[in-house]
């Protein structure tokens, strides 16, 4: 390489290396380019041999270089890489077949529980809703049937996968539908590692609405030292309409979506993702819900975007953030050093995702003395309950209100404090311990080390402060009523 960078190649190293003045050795800047994965299998470097490694990074391949190459070893769980953790769901089991991995998916209708209160006729893989992932390696044959076991026509499409057309699972499009009772047959090789996901194609807004979606994880061929984690864990995130007391999803809901899901599982009922102190954590978010983007936020830690389904993003490009944003369609990758103990939320952001089987119903009584108001409707409404005047106090609010058969409304977990966790849908924790017996077990709550918990202050830290305790009183009667409140 010149000491001079085309544009083409400014674009491609990014421009913070430039503007530092810095020109790169060939190789590294390969490897850049490249993600990391080398060796002999270069799927990134096909298309034009003429032009080799030489390339600028633009001008690769975008859709994997030439269908057919030769296909490479296919490569076992634990030997050739270290297999992702689904909590809630599991990998696909494979069979190894004349040097191709085989799969067998089966869509099919599942009585599924997205919380011990609440379970629905939903459409999944291999009896789970969301929570099927298929795992395979780069350069690796894959086939893999599907078989059809609803009483309507679908098909798989493979979300972000270079192959082709006629693999590519749309239904009428590039395929015949697979007929209930059909079972068909995708194959291909793997020329691209990355968090792809897949989905039935044929009428989504039904299909994948009832929960026909699922991660499809392709391991790099010849890993970086950078691609090493101790903890590599999959999360599909999706939502559903279900209205209170029933037990069918209402897909043609476009907005009011009141079950948010990671692996199909709401709070409390989503396994807390474990680490060890000092872990490499990767958590791998893909997104198929219908129409909302998820801000996925971490607590305590701040973690590096690393992928997305295109690609890897080059180290000098990835971003540090402590929220990332999974649109619908998308997949990200984060990775972060777990090296704070604790009991961490991971949830999305929106603040209405973080609820179970919210309704609009009700009207806003924040600031509104609503003394006597229940007593005096439920006469005639037995199940009413009006919103608090001080907002949502969930624990509240389900002990006495009835609920019909089959409902989370307000649904949240008891605590370690003996207060109620006020949060349901998407959130889950991340729990980092110092000691751990298994990953596999839930070490339950947290130990705080003593002085480190938040709680109510002292007298005599008031008194050292300076914090005037009469003034204090003063102020907190007159927030029992403060001005404009609604008075009868
Ligand atoms: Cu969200």
Redesign the pocket.
């Given at each position: 390489m010149s000491n001079k960078l085309s544009r083409r190649q400014v674009l491609g190293l990014g421009a913070a290396a430039v503007a530092a003045g810095i020109t790169l050795p060939k190789k590294e800047a390969e490897a850049i380019n490249h993600g990391g994965s080398g060796g002999a299998y270069q799927p990134f470097r096909g298309y034009n041999p003429k032009r080799g490694g030489d390339r600028p990074y633009w001008e690769k391949s975008y859709s994997g270089g030439p269908v057919d190459v030769k296909p490479l070893p296919p490569v076992l769980p634990g030997k050739g890489y270290k297999p992702v953790v689904v909590p809630n769901g599991a990998a696909l089991p494979f069979k190894i077949v004349d040097g191709a991995k085989v799969f067998h998916l089966i869509a099919e209708e599942v009585d599924w529980a997205f919380d011990s209160g609440l379970r629905a006729k939903c459409w999944g893989y291999n009896g789970r809703v969301n929570g099927t992932v298929i795992e395979a390696v780069e350069g690796e044959r894959v086939r893999i049937y599907v078989t059809n076991r609803l009483a309507i026509s679908t098909s798989v499409h493979w979300h972000g996968f270079n192959l082709p057309n006629g693999m590519d699972g749309v239904g009428a499009l590039t395929q015949p539908f697979i007929k209930p009772g059909e079972t068909f047959k995708y194959e291909f090789t793997l020329r691209q590692y990355g968090t792809q996901m897949f989905h039935a194609h044929h009428d989504e807004m039904t299909q994948m609405g009832m929960g026909l979606i699922g991660n499809f994880i392709i391991h790099p061929r010849n890993p970086s030292p950078e691609y090493h984690v101790d903890r590599d864990f999959s999360l599909m995130i999706s939502e559903w309409d279900i209205p209170a007391g029933s037990s069918r999803p209402n897909t043609l809901e476009m907005s009011d979506f009141n079950i948010?899901t990671l692996n199909g599982k709401v709070f409390p009922s989503t396994a807390p993702l474990v680490c060890k102190i000092g872990d490499k954590v990767r958590i791998r978010f893909g997104n198929l819900g219908a129409m909302?983007h998820?801000p996925m936020h971490m607590h305590g830690h701040h973690f590096r975007v690393t992928a997305t389904d295109g690609e890897d993003i080059p180290l000098s490009a990835q971003w540090p953030e402590t929220t990332v944003l999974v649109a619908v369609g998308q997949s990200r990758n984060v990775e972060f050093i777990a090296d704070a103990p604790g009991d961490w939320p991971l949830h999305?952001h929106?603040t209405h995702?973080i609820m179970n089987q919210m309704g609009h119903e009700f009207p806003n009584m924040v600031g509104v003395n609503k003394e006597g108001l229940d007593e005096r409707v439920r006469p005639l409404l037995p199940s009413y309950m009006t919103m608090g005047e001080t907002g949502m106090d969930m624990g509240k609010m389900a002990e006495v209100m009835p609920y019909p058969r089959n409902t989370i409304s307000m649904k949240g977990a008891p605590g370690p404090f003996g207060d109620y966790i006020s949060m349901g849908g998407?959130f889950t924790i991340v729990k980092v311990r110092d000691q751990l017996k298994s990953y596999d077990e839930d070490p339950g709550w947290y130990k705080h080390p003593a002085g480190t918990v938040a709680l109510p202050a002292t007298n005599a830290d008031l008194r050292r402060d300076g914090i005037d305790l009469k003034a204090l009183a003063n102020a907190s009667a007159h927030a029992e009523h403060p001005d404009g409140c609604y008075h009868e």
């Open positions: 948010l909302d998820h999305c929106m995702h998407l």
